[in-house]
Each structure stands twice: as structure tokens, then as C-alpha cells.
């Protein structure tokens, strides 16, 4: 006998909430609700893990007399008592929920009611100069708005953030380092299969200097920090200066103290 947390496939036609629901139902006898996502974890499109941490809301602990292909029966566990684990993995994400139920560092975060046909990372791809001005990456037309990608299956979920910057300024990809912080938001919908069943990451990103540099003589150089982002070469991209300062402080502090969902790559 191995022990797992309860887990599953997302069915078709169903939301990620429904499915957590049926879920937990079918492996450990609870009706729950869920409070808020914890963790995502991905290998690409074709793999996603959703971590929610849930309440119970009513139901009871499945017992071996109500063994089936689902699971053979549900306990709880003191984190303590030796158990057989069907994957270690689980004790990190046990730790997640318990950090977060003492003490939340990122707002609750729910899947949104919408839908999409892809995989896809919407950025809010910022800059920080040196003097803490802080830039926006926007698409121009039809109207100013956030970029994004769809996803590649032989790549992570969050390699999109890099295609828009080899897109935007192929030049100076390299000498930056392109960072998924974490997410604000997810769009998910399911009940119409390749039709509605995508999934929309709405992310933080960064995209910093790396400051060791070569000369032409392949010697290491300590640049100074840049005060302005490197110039966008695709006329399809423009940066903008956020100009308000209370949405400038607070995108630098979510750049320093990241409080958003975090998405974890697994590759």
C-alpha cells in the first residue's frame, strides 16, 4: 500500500475546480471547496499540475469497505508516523500549504471562468533603470495592450515570455536574462474540448542585464546598470514609462518580494 495526496486528470468538459471536486470525491471520500491555488507546476502544455489548497466541506474518510479503482481507502497523516509514499514529491507541496496557511504571501488565486484554444503566457514584462523607472513592454496595435505567446510543446510553459523578447529586440536577448516571477491570474474554462479547454497565465516577468559583459577581447567587463530598457527593434513593440507612482512602487516591490502564485518548470 502507497500513499499519495488526493490527484488526478482534469476530465473533459470540466473546469479545474470541478475536477478537484470529483476528485478528492472519488479518492478520499470529501466534499471540499477550494480556497485558493498553491503552486503550478509544468513540462510544457501537454503537462500542467494545478496544487490547490482546499476545505473540507463535508463527506467522510473513505474506508477500505468502499475500496475501488479510484483508491483503495484515504487516511490522514500526522507527518510523522512512517508511511509508504507512492512519490516524495508530495512533502514539498505539503509544506506549500502549511507555509500558506499560516501565513499567505500571495493573494488567493482561483481559476477565472474564461476560455481559450492554447496555452498561453500574457506578460507584464517590466524593465527597472538604474534610477527606478520602471518600463512596460506593449504590443502597439490595434490598441495598446499586453503581449503574449502560445506555448511550445518541446519547451516550458514560460519559455513564451522568451519568444516575445527574441521578437521584440533579437539583439539584445542575450545579454538579459528573462524571468517569469510568478502569476497574477489563470483563464480556464474546459467544457468545449480544443475549443475552450486552454489555459491564459497572466505573469510577472523581468528582464534584467546581466551585468558581466566580454570585451572584444574576451576579457569579463562589470557594466554599469542600464538607466533606460534596450531599444525594441520590432515596430510592433513599444516600451512604455509607467508614469503613476504608486503602480511603479508597486510593480518594483513585486520584482524584489514576489507575492504572486508561483509556476515552477520541471524540466
Known amino acids: 500500500k502507497q500513499w499519495y495526496l488526493p490527484a488526478g486528470r482534469v476530465e473533459v468538459g470540466e473546469s479545474l475546480e470541478e475536477a478537484l471536486r470529483r476528485e478528492v470525491k472519488e479518492e478520499a471520500g470529501f466534499d471540499c471547496e477550494p480556497i485558493t491555488l498553491l503552486l503550478i507546476q509544468e513540462q510544457g502544455p501537454q503537462w500542467i499540475r494545478f496544487i490547490f489548497l482546499t476545505r473540507i466541506t463535508g463527506g467522510s474518510l473513505k474506508t477500505p469497505s468502499a475500496a475501488d479503482q479510484e483508491s483503495l481507502q484515504a487516511s490522514w497523516w500526522d507527518r510523522q508516523s512512517s508511511l509508504p509514499l507512492r512519490g516524495r514529491d508530495i512533502l514539498r507541496l505539503i509544506e506549500y500549504g502549511l507555509k500558506y496557511h499560516r501565513n499567505p504571501w500571495h493573494a488567493v488565486t482561483l481559476p477565472l471562468d474564461l476560455s481559450g484554444r492554447h496555452v498561453v503566457q500574457r506578460l507584464v514584462l517590466v524593465f527597472v533603470g538604474a534610477e527606478e523607472q520602471v518600463w512596460v513592454l506593449l504590443v502597439r496595435v490595434p490598441a495598446p495592450h499586453l503581449p503574449s505567446a502560445a506555448a511550445l510543446r518541446t519547451h516550458a510553459v514560460t519559455w ?30 474546459g467544457r468545449q474540448h480544443g475549443r475552450t ?47 503613476k507612482k504608486a503602480l511603479r512602487e508597486k510593480l518594483m516591490e513585486m520584482t524584489k518580494n514576489t507575492s504572486l502564485l508561483p509556476i515552477h518548470s520541471l524540466y
Open 160 to 189: 513564451a515570455a522568451n519568444m516575445v523578447v527574441q521578437e521584440a529586440m533579437p539583439s539584445s536577448y542575450y545579454d538579459h536574462e528573462v524571468s517569469t516571477l510568478g502569476v497574477f491570474s489563470l483563464q480556464h474554462n
Open 197 to 243: 479547454d486552454g489555459v491564459l497565465f497572466n505573469t510577472l516577468v523581468t528582464m534584467v542585464p546581466d551585468r558581466v559583459q566580454r570585451d572584444e577581447d574576451g576579457r569579463t567587463v562589470d557594466w554599469p546598470a542600464a538607466r533606460t530598457p534596450p531599444p525594441v527593434e520590432n515596430p510592433r513593440y513599444i516600451w512604455v514609462k509607467v508614469q
